[in-house]
């Protein structure tokens, strides 16, 4: 048996098995929820007598008989007329029945089941369903129900990173297994990025002999260590590459699955592997200098022209991705075939040098028949009209995008960068950060208030996003994908109106299970710990509801709940993006509380939050002090960190007084620790870096 084929090891394998109808009617359990069920009474059981009929053409039902080799039935005998009771049909039928691409509808009773669609589309994942019916139950029995089933948005994504860590083809079929079992639809398949080049390029060999190789094992140990590429040959290479023949192999797989592989091939910035191999085509002319290309140059487009034709020929997707994010653009201020590029086009800024760049590779393209989609920062400096934006960076960039009249796809960190750490992280193996559990997943809507009807139609769907600086196996890759993904398979498909959090979370402990026991590793979602005990309890203290003055302002980014974060009395749970923790960015936590009237105090702290990965840092030191009169502060406690900046794990401290004072003016001050940049001007981190410090509490002993 094909573990790793979820359709091909279960679904007909279990028509062999007889049983007794069950008795007891429950909702089924199925990811995503079909968009309309209608229960009956009764059921049908399978039998080793249960014939099958399909009206697909010749061709087209020999592609299912050969998709469903390997399965303990063997080839499936599709009998030539309909076949009346304990029958199992698969038809193609006019809109008038099913309407919609994706759509389908299935219809069980006691003689039988009747799947219809207008596509072999439909057909497929009408197929999932009955599939996903059948795993959840006795694997024979289906019980009598009507489904009429499609999809709320037509793009439903992951995002594969294969470029920090190399996946082989094998690996990445295995998930398009998983997708297609959950109505999934697009695979985003970032092949290229600074840490290595990943799929084959005939006119330019050195980017897999070369680009795709490094000296160590882990992108950690490789950031630190000089961030240098090797030959193929050198024994401490390691890396990879797709060749073009997997390439296509891995393109028809996915195709049979009814998925659609967008490619990235990044640019202008993280561009690193390339700028190391051609250095040439950077700003400075020197390997290991940028990681952005060099806009002045004839010879950046020739070479990233000749990169996509390669491209096209191999992913008949309507879209390819050319990545946009996260330039610095730095090189560009000071080098002189930019500058020149810029005053001959009449560009006032960087931006608008990127912009040109952007609008010049998405001519090419629609030149060639594709369209682009890039990462939110394609917006800055004027967008193409035609151009699709995937917002990551919050979902301002694709209400900016749909306002302008483009289509976006939402992707938002916040809910779907599945990197993050999805339970307690001193439980979990290493993460970038982030806090992000299954419920927070599901709580996602991708359609913002703020759009219009009209401007609504324009978010195309949603998409799950892994990058791998911390996941070196395929292991450790799947137990971040699932179950989240799920969560955002139902949100891409299901319409909110039959969304149940609690009746989902069952159906995902379900899913765990089956996953499982299909060889993937996922998430033990019901062993889940849950958030730091102390964000569940209000804390009641002193400070409550008082007014605070910020000596300098919080990152908006991090904002928490504003300027009540800090007399509110909530805690912070496990991560800073939880809406809890308050940041702020390059400058001193300084900020002083009114109690209104002098008051007998006891204890003044506050909790901070550490994390080396994403640039979250203790303070250095802490002052804290006291005055009647708001004008004269008496200092109560100078506090040193004394823990390291240097530690990997996630690390929490209090900086506290305690005494007896009277005062009614607290200031508490937390000066940054020195020497950690908030911004790397050219960053291979897709997080925002920050520093951010946590506020707390401001209580008495008796609060």
């Not at 050969?66 to 599709?78: K, N, Q």
Request: charged fraction near 25%; aromatic fraction near 12%; glycine fraction near 8%.
């Amino acid at each position: 048996m094909n573990t790793h084929n979820i359709f091909k090891s279960v679904l007909f394998s279990t028509l062999l098995l007889i049983g007794n109808s069950c008795s007891e009617r429950k909702e089924i359990d199925v990811i995503p929820m079909p968009r309309s069920v209608e229960y009956h009474s009764g059921n049908f059981t399978i039998s080793p007598e249960t014939k099958f009929y399909t009206n697909l053409s010749v061709e087209s039902r020999q592609a299912l008989t050969d998709y469903l080799e390997g399965t303990s039935l063997g080839s499936v005998p599709f009998a030539e007329s309909t076949t009346g009771n304990n029958g199992i049909e698969l038809n193609l039928c006019d809109s008038s029945i099913v309407t919609g691409n994706e759509a389908y509808r299935i219809e069980i009773d006691k003689k039988g089941v009747r799947l219809s669609a207008n596509t072999e589309t439909g057909i497929f994942y009408g197929l999932q369903t009955l599939l996903q019916l059948l795993n959840n139950g006795d694997n024979k029995t289906l019980p009598a129900l009507t489904i009429n089933d499609s999809p709320r948005f037509p793009y439903r994504g992951l995002h594969l990173d294969v470029s920090r860590h190399f996946f082989d083809k094998e690996f990445v079929k295995k998930q398009l297994n998983a997708m297609a079992y959950f109505k999934m639809n697009r695979l985003h398949w970032h092949l290229t990025d600074g840490a290595g080049w990943r799929i084959e390029i005939k006119k330019y060999p050195r980017l897999t002999s070369f680009a795709a190789w490094r000296p160590f094992d882990k992108l950690n140990d490789w950031w630190v260590g000089g961030r240098t590429f090797c030959e193929q040959d050198d024994p401490r290479a390691v890396g990879g590459y797709y060749t073009q023949d997997d390439i296509r192999e891995v393109v028809a797989y996915a195709a049979e699955r009814h998925i659609t592989i967008i490619p990235e091939i990044e640019m202008p910035g993280h561009s690193e592997e390339v700028l190391a191999t051609y250095p040439e085509l950077s700003c400075s002319g020197k390997p290991y200098v940028n990681a952005d290309f060099c806009i002045g140059t004839e010879k950046t487009f020739e070479f990233l022209e000749n990169v996509l034709l390669e491209v096209i020929d191999l992913f008949p997707s309507e879209y390819i991705h050319i990545g946009g994010d996260e330039a610095s653009k730095s090189s560009w201020n000071t080098c002189p075939r930019c500058q020149k590029r810029m005053a001959d086009e009449h560009l006032n800024s960087v931006d608008e040098l990127q912009s040109y760049m952007i609008h010049r590779i998405e001519k090419f393209l629609n030149d060639h028949g594709r369209k682009i989609i890039g990462w939110d920062e394609i917006i800055e400096g004027g967008l193409s009209p035609t151009a699709t934006v995937m917002s990551w960076r919050g979902e301002e960039g694709g209400i900016k995008a749909v306002k302008a009249g483009n289509q976006a796809i939402m992707t938002p960190g916040k809910y779907c960068y599945l990197d993050a750490f999805q339970d307690a992280p001193n439980t979990q193996p290493m993460a970038i950060g982030g806090y992000l559990t299954l419920e927070k997943v599901y709580s996602f809507e991708p359609v913002p208030d703020s759009l219009s009807t009209k401007e609504a139609e324009l978010i195309l769907g949603v998409q799950g996003n892994v990058w791998t600086e911390h996941i070196p196996t395929p292991e450790h890759y799947e137990y971040m994908i699932y179950p989240r993904i799920l969560a955002l398979a139902e949100i891409g498909w299901s319409p909110s109106e039959v969304k149940k959090w609690d009746n989902f979370h069952t159906r995902a402990l379900q899913a765990v299970n089956i996953l499982r026991e299909q060889g993937y590793n996922p998430f033990p979602l019901e062993k889940e710990v849950g958030d730091k005990p102390e964000s569940y309890q209000k804390v009641n203290h002193l400070a409550i509801g008082k007014k605070v003055t910020y000596a300098n302002p919080y990152s908006n980014h991090y904002a928490a709940q504003g300027e009540k974060t800090l007399v509110d009395g909530v805690r912070g749970g496990w991560m800073y993006n939880d809406d809890r923790w308050q940041g702020f960015i390059d400058c001193d936590f300084d900020v002083t509380i009114d109690l209104g009237k002098e008051t007998d105090i006891k204890q003044v702290c506050a909790e901070f939050i550490q994390l080396k990965g994403p640039y979250v840092w203790l303070p250095k030191q802490v002052i804290i002090s006291s005055s009647i009169d708001g004008e004269h502060y008496d200092t109560l406690a100078t506090i040193d960190n004394d823990i390291s900046p240097d530690i990997e794990t996630l690390q929490f401290k209090e900086f506290g007084w305690a005494g007896n004072a009277k005062a009614r003016y607290i200031r508490y001050k937390a000066l940054p620790e020195g020497g950690y940049s908030p911004m790397k001007s050219e960053s291979n981190n897709r997080y925002p870096i920050y520093r951010t410090e946590k506020d707390k509490i401001w209580e008495n002993e008796e609060g």
